[in-house]
């Protein structure tokens, strides 16, 4: 008797939940997870701390974690894992040399964050130079980032959103409707097609990678297009990191103006960080409540979006008259939300406040790992030259007119809500 590979295939999202799930559980456990030493001040320390045998060891020994999870991963999917195995370690060597640049001192004053350097590492060895085939078939952003996203859950306690007071939810709301709307707008008027376009209007709108990837779940979208995105997304995300902390200061913003600001403006959930630390403290707390109010609408958007494509498209096909079922829109949702929320879920209620403690470190270091790796990938798979081909001029005008639109509004709406 035979058995039929395909019936134990399982699809991205659930392969996604199920190894983050994985990870939160042992860590909940008590089992401890390799924890390399990145951070540095100078030649002396980089010598002394990071490139120790025994650090380098715990490096060694945290690929070999991931690198088991990656070829089960390529496994249940029924991807190649010949390529994944091949490439991998190319991918890992290169994130762990951003992950080094990253911890040094003087980039850290810059708040330049270790995805940042690791897109940059990527985007330079893409663009001068031909990758191999092989390297590029093992590619994995979107299981990457998914997985960091799931653990990013953990990290959005209801709690600290409520803190804020209501006035984060007030303006994660009028922003998301007002932008994600406009920016629909703007892609549908420069001819943009409706998939991009909404993938475009999640990302600008609600928090950048991620949503633009939730976006992507819930309509099948093309994994190009979704590329196309996140390069954009993240590569006007460097700059806004520096220049609108100092446009806040130029304009003499509060703080908490600031971080409401930084928060509803940047699309990335680290960029904001990043930024916010420019500021201040209170920024920081600030942009980083309104930036996880925004993260919690992400599953509230993805559901909305399912059921407008389900009455839109099916197949390619325009069915306006279908009216979809429960399992059609089931079927559309991007079930890896369903695992961003139950983390934050459980790390809200019922995790005791000691554990939350002794293992938030070990999980924002996996996550910003597993980030770090999807950005790499990011990079090797993107060329400066794609974004401004004639094809792609449109989407990326209709992004920055949006995001253009989006820094105007949410300075807006949080001088209103946040000056007094």
């Known amino acids: ?30 089992i401890s997870v390799p924890s390399p030493i990145f951070a540095w001040k100078n030649t002396a320390e980089l010598a002394e701390k990071v490139l120790t045998w025994g650090n380098l060891g715990q490096i060694a020994l945290l690929f070999s974690y991931v690198y088991v999870l990656a070829l089960v991963a ?23 040399l951003a992950l080094i640049l990253a911890g040094n001192a003087f980039l850290k004053n810059w708040n330049l964050e270790a995805v940042i350097i690791s897109l940059s ?19 994995s952003t ?15 306690i209801f709690g600290d959103i409520l803190k804020a007071g209501s006035l984060g939810l007030i303006q994660a709301l009028i922003v998301v409707i007002s932008v994600w709307y406009f920016a629909f707008w703007v892609c549908k008027k420069m001819g943009v097609d409706e998939e991009m376009a909404i993938m475009i209007s999640s990302g600008v709108s609600i928090c950048g990678v991620s949503a633009a ?6 309509i099948k979208g093309d994994s190009k297009k979704l590329s196309y995105v996140i390069s954009v997304v993240l590569i006007t995300a460097i700059p806004m990191i520096i220049f609108l902390p100092l446009l806040a200061q130029f304009l003499g913003l509060s703080q908490e103006v600031t971080g409401a600001w930084l928060g509803g403006t940047i699309d990335t959930t680290g960029a904001v960080i990043a930024s916010g630390s ?32 389900t009455y839109r498209k099916k197949d390619g096909a325009e069915v306006s008259e279908m009216k979809p079922t429960a399992g059609v829109i089931w079927e559309r949702f991007p079930k890896f939300v369903l695992g961003f929320i139950a983390a934050s879920l459980l790390f809200s209620f019922v995790v005791p406040g000691e554990t939350l403690d002794s293992v938030k470190g070990p999980l924002k ?47 807006g709406i949080a001088y209103v809500l946040f000056a007094s």
């Open 1 to 30: 008797m035979t058995t039929n590979p395909k019936a134990i295939r399982l699809s991205e999202d659930w392969t996604v939940v199920l190894i983050g799930g994985l990870l939160i559980g042992i860590a909940l456990l008590g």
């Open 74 to 96: 390529s496994l249940v999917l029924g991807n190649s894992v010949k390529s994944m195995a091949q490439g991998f370690p190319i991918v890992y060597g290169l994130t762990i």
């Open 121 to 139: 590492v990527g985007l330079l060895l893409s663009n001068f130079f031909q990758l191999p085939g092989w390297l590029l078939a093992s590619l």
């Open 142 to 156: 979107e299981l990457f980032v998914k997985i960091g996203l799931v653990l990013l859950g953990t990290s959005v």
């Open 213 to 218: 990837i939730a976006t992507s779940g819930a």
């Open 278 to 309: 420019l500021v201040g403290e209170t920024a920081l707390k600030i942009s980083t409540i309104v930036k996880f109010s925004q993260n919690v609408l992400l599953g509230l958007a993805a559901f909305a979006i399912s059921i407008y494509w």
């Open 365 to 411: 270091s996996l996550q910003g790992l597993w980030f770090a790796l999807a950005f790499t990938s990011i990079g090797l798979e993107t060329k400066f030259a794609d974004l401004f081909k004639q094809e792609g001029r449109k989407p990326l005008y209709a992004f920055l007119i949006a995001q253009a639109f989006n820094v105007v509004l949410t300075l």
